[in-house]
């Protein structure tokens, strides 16, 4: 299995642009997680996902991000309007029959996102 | 509000010396503690899941170990490849079922 595979990679935008984040997570895994990590604060859960219905987004910062999973195998974050203080790494995590089992996620490499 | 604090932020070790990292977790009710490796550009991975206080888990050079207030990560004879950015993280009863995270404890295991 290839893994949970997000794209870009890496993203240097201008304040105001907005910006979107991809996602495709462990074929059969029915959970996904959006993470967001910054040396301050480290790994946040933003919003997760179970059978491509959102459960809790709690932690997205503000109404500026958004997320969406149209299909098992797709999912999306975006921002807009960025601004600078969005600068940080993002990770996406899927899981199989959700983490209190085992709490294994699986995560992607990351999108490294700098807004000037 | 649910707190995970790691210590120490960083530690640089000699190859073979042996040591321990910390977690100590308040919470309202633990449902399990996870630990994961992370290396530098590379998404979290998944180590070990502790449940219960008295729990302990071995891979290689690694044992986790688990109280009612803290785990303990320890490190035995370690190796240059063990250097990475070992996370802890937690999950409560009634919660969501992301996981909270600590800042985590960057190791360097020097040759």
């Known amino acids: 299995d290839a893994g949970v595979i997000q794209s870009p990679r890496h993203e240097v935008t201008e304040m105001g642009q907005e910006v979107t984040l991809r996602c495709k997570p462990i074929s059969g895994h029915d959970y996904l997680f959006w993470y967001r990590q910054t040396m301050m604060r480290g790994l946040e859960l933003l919003i997760y996902?179970?059978?491509?219905?959102?459960?809790?987004d709690s932690g997205m910062p503000e109404d500026r991000f958004s997320a969406k999973m149209p299909n098992a195998s797709f999912s999306t974050l975006k921002i807009q309007p960025s601004e600078p203080r969005d600068s940080a790494v993002y990770f996406c995590a899927s899981s199989l029959e959700g983490p209190r089992n085992t709490g294994e996620l699986f995560f992607g490499e990351g999108s490294r996102l700098t807004v000037l | 509000e649910d707190q995970v604090t790691q210590s120490p932020e960083a530690l640089r070790l000699q190859e073979g010396e042996s040591s321990s990292l910390n977690c100590s977790y308040t919470?309202?009710?633990?449902?399990?503690l996870f630990w994961y490796r992370q290396d530098p550009g590379k998404g979290p991975e998944f180590l070990f899941t502790?449940?219960?206080a008295g729990e302990e888990k071995e891979k290689e050079r690694l044992k986790a170990t688990l109280t009612k207030k803290e785990s303990f990560l320890h490190i035995t004879a370690p190796k240059p490849e063990d250097s990475a950015t070992y996370l802890c993280?937690?999950?409560?009863?009634?919660?969501?079922?992301?996981?909270?995270f600590g800042k985590g404890t960057h190791l360097i295991i020097q040759p």
């Open positions: 996902f179970n059978n491509n219905v959102p459960i809790d």
């Open positions: 993280a937690v999950q409560v009863w009634g919660g969501a079922d992301g996981l909270t």
């Open positions: 919470v309202s009710g633990l449902r399990g």
């Open positions: 502790l449940y219960s």
